[in-house]
């Protein structure tokens, strides 16, 4: 059954899980809007398209502690603190779920993990595409798990979809209603990807458009860095200055750093930026796609977005003849 | 299970092989497969994919070539110091599969390392095989390891050995390990391969397989990649959609030759 929340009833469920949970939500800054930690209904700013950076971050940080250590005794920390996500986009919640699939496998990652179970989803409806958006092509504009809530805004107020048992404890109270309004969602979407366009991908592993593209690119990283699946690191120990105890913790690495394919004798798979480049859209849109049978980019283009020469994934796809 | 987690075993012997090239036997029963790999860590220093290099019940032994920070500090450890492992990772070889045929061996330099545990696992099964041929090639005489291991084996096995470059001592042959196969001059029958080394060795070790007439599916390859876990999680080692420390290390080479940059 659907609840309807007043758009008034927002702000005091808001406040209400500010009591007991951390809550990240969207926040305004300048001319994006970010992730972020907030206290009270007041900070947020639900008035975007997409955040400019995913939620990645909150499950993934950029630098997280896999134990410290001193002597030979190890000792580990996870963040077992609750936490709420709101306002998340589908194709974000989309997103965890790629990154699911990669870290709750057979060899579960109890960090991500803990996370992942201590961290209600309240997920928002689109009501716009953007200009980048061509989430619609892999079907990632709808969700049907992964989330908490899901809310979509109409004239009468916040529509409320239950996605789970915790869900449900929480429109369990007096400021939602049931409801049989079936809201329309009708997006116009700019850009696509076709089944057509995969195809001609896969048969164009090699062809002169990665280099003439990756001439372009900088190795920022910054696609990888935003890309809400990109989930890749490194490890590094941390000494401190007893030279015994210390830390081994793992930070946020990226397949467009030449060093990502470096083996012993310093010899490198992917030296050149070509290289790496195609193996970004290969794994995107090919090689995750082989092995979990599910597309792993989401389509919310943040990676040309917040590229700086604006290599665009979605136009290299169109020129493959 | 926190996979991240390494466990700490003693070392119980080190041995030299070359300047820089050390065997460290670690003290520890776990069941693992030849061409499988270990996480193996130094506190402080780091952890780094090493593969084992022996098959046996009450120890593994780990072949380490000084050409890294872990590796470093890897080879300065001393007998009754510990060593954090965790794993085996990944399929190694199919020795199963592989029974009942002639196992041919190629290794260059320290992909020596992970097809010592196939010779070992031979010699210990070796009624269900119907024979071994060994060809190793090395840098040179002074790159060679195992010495006396490669000197025992060849009382019982064909075992050709070659050095790119020989010294006033050096009696053996002198050339690429591929020349020492096309001069074997064999065929491809009931012969399985087992192949490791540096990837331009590989390359030719296959182009030269492919003249003496053997097909894709008769060869396995080891292949090497930076990995920061171990788990299929990190992507360091991904490559054309697989991961080599889960997939691999070791792939037949049907599918090995899809896996490029």
Known sequence: MKKLLKKDGLRQFFNGLTRKYAIIAPVKKKDIHVFEKVNSFDEIDLNFINTAYPVKSFFLPVYQELFSFNGGKINVKTDNSKKVVFGIRPCDVNALLVIDRIFLDEYEDPYYKARRNNTIIIALSCTEAGENCFCESFGTNKLTKGFDLLLTKTKQGYVVETGSEKGKQLVNSKLFSNTNIEPKIELKFKKHITENDLNKLKQNFENPIWEEEAKKCLSCTACTSTCPTCPCFFVRDET????????????????????????????????????????????????????????????????FTNCPTKINMVEILGKIK | MNQYIPKFYKIIKKKQHTNDTYLLRVKVSIPYEPGQFFQVSVLNIGEAPISVCSYQKDYIDLNVRDVGSVTHALCNLKIGDKVGIRGPYGHGYPMELMKGNNIIIIAGGTGFSPVRGVVEYIEQHSQDFKGMKMFFGFRTPDDILFRDEIENWSKKFEVNLTVDKGDDKWKGKVGLVTKILEDSKMNNQNKVVVTCGPPIMIKFVILTLKKLGFNDDQIYVSLERMMSCGIQKCGNCLVGG???????????YKEAKFLVD
Do not use: T
């Open chain 1, 240 to 303: 401190n200055l007893d030279l015994k105890s210390g830390k081994r913790y793992r930070y946020w690495a990226s397949c467009q750093l030449k060093n990502f394919s470096k083996v012993a004798g310093d010899a490198f798979f992917r030296k050149e930026r070509s290289k790496r480049l195609k193996h970004r859209i290969f794994h995107q849109l090919v090689y995750y796609k082989d092995k979990f049978n599910s597309q792993m980019c989401v389509g919310c283009g943040r990676c």
């Open chain 2, 242 to 252: 697989k991961y080599v420390c889960k997939d691999g290390p070791v792939f037949n």
